[in-house]
């Protein structure tokens, strides 16, 4: 029998995700300082500005999308039923 994929079932792997996930966003701001950009907004101009923007698009996406579930998706138990 196959064996399923069950690399984030185990919660030690998820702390690593996410040490990692940190570590490339920490570098991704780093970067900023030591390439050469050309701002054609005034938001260029900000150091991490992409990150931050990343961060709170996800976290927008993540709200929304609860959001629908709860309030558009979500049915009764017996909705079926009916």
Not at 25 to 52: M, R
């Amino acid at each position: 029998m196959r064996k399923e994929f069950d690399w984030f079932d185990k919660p030690e792997n998820i702390k690593k995700l996410k040490i990692f996930s940190y570590v490339i966003l920490a570098l991704s701001v780093v970067a900023e300082f030591f390439v050469s950009s050309h701002p054609q907004h005034s938001w260029d101009k900000i150091p991490g500005i992409y990150a931050l923007f990343g961060f709170i698009t996800c976290v927008t996406m993540i709200v929304v999308s609860k959001l629908l579930g709860q309030y558009w998706l979500k049915r009764d138990e017996k909705y079926y039923d009916k």
